[in-house]
């Protein structure tokens, strides 16, 4: 059987240098708090549970990271001052009271590191046979982290950058801050931390050297960017660029065309089928899932939707909490809400806005209409500037249309309203009654042409501008 294992994941600090009324750990990278990617990192590795630590702004953290996880094994841990690392990791000892096994400690601000570094830190660890290993990193500037201090080969202890000899300071290794812990070792190790030191705290890190005097110290070796921290809003930046890179790398490897990489945004948890291209400037955020042979045309914006196989969205297609069939054609411009679900074959054109609209299998709304609160069939033809009055100044109405209906143009359909089967609306009707099937409704006023009306306006204005010469022109109708 596997060892048990639990994580800690620091969200505790304030991060003054956000200069920000928000707590550090709760600035969006990528469209999710900083604190999501090292929680969910934990919870992929199979830890349970995961104690994030809060202090600063604890209630709004932990609300925060309870919406993100709601079924999370998830046990908060309060620290009430913030004393440093070790006292922050000490304040969860009540929360993984009776825990036996290993325990991942992560800081909350440090967004990028991968689930595959983590999984190499538990073999290195397994391997190891000591009660702590941890992860360094190379730095060309290490000012301000602290050096992995070996001596004949092997770590001994980790020396923060302010208590440095100058030979100390030139060591290029640094602690990247993720480590793996023995329990049995972990909280009377932390009891025994004394905070005199540079900065008058409790450094985690003194855990290595106790952990040295037991057995080997493990330590792995990870790229920069993925141990980065976020202390100020540009680094937060550079992460998210960083982030946004390894993301669109990966859909790229699975298969995924992006034409311009560097301005395609996508949020971790979005999906895309293979042979989909993805113009410039494209937003893909939430749990979008986008299937196969997709073409998303720049400027598209999709959020928390579903696009299924071989659909085409044109230029600037908005979609929002939407779900779309196969083979279907939307935009350019095209604003689908939430609520929208279109069959297969739809073909949804210019300045079409719907909400919560059902439209089924090869219906058409080409140009310029408000779909809203509407049930439509299939092989349905709206025409332009087709309205669905839903909205009677205090309630929601439901509009619906059979199959193979035909709106005209620039018609209302004043709902509750049912257009049934095959029936047909004029061009310009506003249709208040139900129209049953088979039928035709037009609601025009007839039309009235007033023959030779031009010639007796102009002959109208001729006669005045005689009379009274310096008038202004006047127009006069009828
Ligand atoms: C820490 C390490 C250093 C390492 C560096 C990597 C210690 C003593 N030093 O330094 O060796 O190179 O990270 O980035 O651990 N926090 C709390 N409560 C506290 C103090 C901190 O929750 O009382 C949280 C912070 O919010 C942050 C994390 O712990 O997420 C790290 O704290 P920070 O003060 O940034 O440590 P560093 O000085 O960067
Ligand atoms: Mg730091």
Not at 106 to 125: F, K, M, Q, S, W
Not at 264 to 279: A, L
């Amino acid at each position: 059987m596997t060892t048990p294992l639990a994580a800690v994941v620091l969200c505790a600090g304030k991060g003054t240098r956000m200069r920000s009324e928000k707590a550090k750990v709760l600035h969006p990278i990528l469209g999710k708090p900083l604190c999501f990617y090292p929680l969910m990192r934990a919870l992929e590795l199979g830890a349970s549970p995961v104690v994030p630590v809060v202090g600063h702004q604890a209630a709004e953290v932990e609300q925060a990271v309870r919406a993100l996880f709601p079924a999370g094994p998830l046990r908060f841990a309060l620290q009430k001052e913030q004393r440093g690392t070790a006292d922050a990791v000490r304040s969860a000892e009540g929360a993984l009271q009776g825990f036996q096994g290993r325990v991942l400690i992560l800081y909350g601000d440090v967004p990028l590191v991968r689930r595959e570094t983590l999984a190499a830190l538990v073999d290195a660890h397994e391997r190891g046979g000591g009660v702590l290993s941890l992860v360094s990193t190379r730095l060309e500037d290490p000012t301000g982290y602290g050096r992995v201090i070996r001596e004949g080969g092997k770590v001994v202890r980790i020396v923060e950058h302010k208590d440095c000899t100058p030979a100390q300071r030139e060591v290029r290794d640094c602690n990247a801050g993720i480590y793996l812990v023995d329990s049995s070792f972990l909280w009377t190790a932390l009891a025994n931390i004394r905070s005199t030191n540079a900065q008058g705290e409790f450094y985690l890190t003194d855990l290595v050297e106790m952990a040295a005097q037991k057995g080997p110290v493990p330590a792995i070796d990870a790229d920069f960017n993925e141990t980065a921290g976020v202390n100020d809003r540009v680094e937060l930046s550079a992460r998210a660029r960083d982030l946004q890179a390894r993301i669109n790398i990966q859909h790229m490897r699975n298969g995924v065309s992006l034409a311009d990489p560097a301005t395609t945004y996508i949020e971790e948890g979005v999906t895309i089928g293979s042979d989909t291209e993805v113009g410039p400037g494209v937003s893909l955020s939430g749990a979008t899932v986008v299937g196969r042979h997709v073409s998303i045309a720049q400027g598209c914006i999709l959020h928390a939707s579903s696009v299924a196989d071989g659909t085409t969205l044109k230029p600037y297609t908005v979609l929002e909490e939407a779900k779309v069939g196969e083979r279907c054609i939307l935009g350019p411009f095209s604003r689908l809400r939430p609520g929208t679900d279109l069959a297969e074959e739809v073909h949804l054109g210019n300045f079409v806005e719907t909400k919560k609209a059902r439209i089924g299998k090869g219906s058409k709304a080409n140009h310029l209409a408000y779909l809203g609160d509407a049930k439509i069939g299939s092989g349905v033809n709206v025409g332009a500037g087709t309205i669905t009055c839903n909205y009677d100044g205090v309630n929601k109405h439901v509009t619906e249309l059979g199959d193979k209906v035909f709106i005209g143009s620039d018609s209302q359909l004043v709902a509750p309203v049912k257009v049934g089967d095959g029936a047909y609306v004029g061009a310009g009707t506003t249709v208040t009654k139900d129209v049953p099937p088979g039928s035709l409704a037009v609601s025009r006023t007839p039309q009235v042409n007033l023959e030779g009306w031009v010639e007796r306006k102009k002959a109208r204005k001729a006669k005045s501008a005689e009379a009274d010469p310096v008038k202004p022109d006047k127009v006069s109708v009828g």
